[in-house]
């Protein structure tokens, strides 16, 4: 699909798009862009379904971060879950989807897991006890065979039942038999089991939360990642797209070449500000007055968040412990 190529979106288009689906996303964007391939799938509830090829859907649930979904006679391969609360609504989506109306070809035969976090694994242990095949980096599931508690919040999560782990994992790259690459992203910018999934036909790159394209990212350097990360993995998956790729991000609207283009350059930019905060002996609260993020704010929002946790990832990368 190439309808993409030379689409720029504004601040308020994207706003749309997160809030109102699909539909929103499409609406004053390039006429460029094909009906087909920004078509709202109707009869879904709530959830807004946006067609990325003949077989392939973005599937958001409200609150719930991005789904990737491939129909095929063989089965249904989702990229993420959904948090395990909404599993109910993500399977009827799914049996309402063209093309996996049927029973047998509404099933999930692969599911991947772009990292650890509930919002992405939430349909693991369905998936699991049904017998099919859950994909990760070997890392994440170590983290989902481990209990977790961020130290910046108390949260704490509690590791999966053995029966909901990856049950295939890998350390650099993989493919499915139907030509779908997948590959780990090294440079631990979310955490570090990172992985991305590329569907060549469609020409769509699922990236997980390694890119946020609604609000800041959250930067989890409890289990490895770190705003360096985060500088260095845009580039790298640059790399992967061309003009004509539509990104799939961890949450919000689809994005182009030149969008995660603009988003690398600012990472490196806050990255470049951060460091050079913490190599005068600065602490967070110092990072967060000294305005690191502030000609990004309009469009991202509320960095507080954000720029104490990049900044403790500093620390934890640089600690003797670390
Ligand atoms: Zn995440």
């Not at 009827?92 to 509404?106: C, H, N, S, V, W």
């Not at 990049?310 to 670390?322: H, K, T, V």
């Amino acid at each position: 699909m190439r309808e993409l190529q030379g689409l720029t979106l504004t601040r308020r288009h994207l706003l749309k798009g997160v809030v109102g689906g699909a539909a929103g996303f499409t609406l004053g964007a390039s006429p460029r862009v094909s009906a087909a391939a920004v078509q709202a799938v109707s009869g879904t509830g709530n959830s807004a379904v946006q067609r990325l090829a003949d077989d392939l859907f973005l599937l958001q649930l409200p609150g719930e971060a991005n789904i990737v979904a491939q129909t095929s006679a063989s089965g249904v391969v989702l990229v993420d879950g959904g948090s395990a609360k909404v599993s109910d609504a993500l399977m009827k989506t799914i049996g309402e989807l063209p093309g996996g109306g049927r029973r047998a070809d509404a099933e999930v035969q692969t599911l991947f897991n772009t990292h650890w976090h509930p919002e992405q694994t939430g349909l693991n242990e369905r998936i699991g006890k049904a017998g099919k095949t859950i994909i990760s980096h070997e890392n994440t599931r170590l983290w989902l065979s481990t209990d977790i508690t961020w130290s910046w919040n108390g949260q704490r999560f509690n590791r999966l039942p053995k029966i909901a782990q990856p049950n295939k994992t890998f350390y650099t790259t993989g493919q499915l038999d139907s030509g779908v690459k997948y590959g780990y992203i090294p440079d631990a910018a979310h955490t570090d089991g990172d992985m991305y999934v590329y569907f060549p036909t469609q020409n769509v790159l699922a990236v997980g939360d390694v890119v946020s394209n609604h609000g800041w990212p959250v930067v989890d350097w409890q289990t490895g990642g770190w705003i360096g990360g985060l500088a260095g993995a845009l580039p790298r998956l640059m790399t992967l797209a061309n003009d004509q790729t539509r990104i799939v991000p961890g949450r919000g609207p689809v994005m182009s070449l030149a969008e995660l283009k603009t988003h690398a350059t600012m990472y490196s930019t806050i990255y470049d500000r951060l460091s050079g905060l913490l190599n005068k002996g600065r602490g967070p609260s110092e990072a967060l007055a000294a305005k690191p993020t502030k000609e990004f704010d309009a469009q991202m929002g509320n960095p507080d968040e954000f720029v104490r946790r990049a900044f403790e990832s500093l620390w934890a990368y640089l600690s003797p412990d670390a």
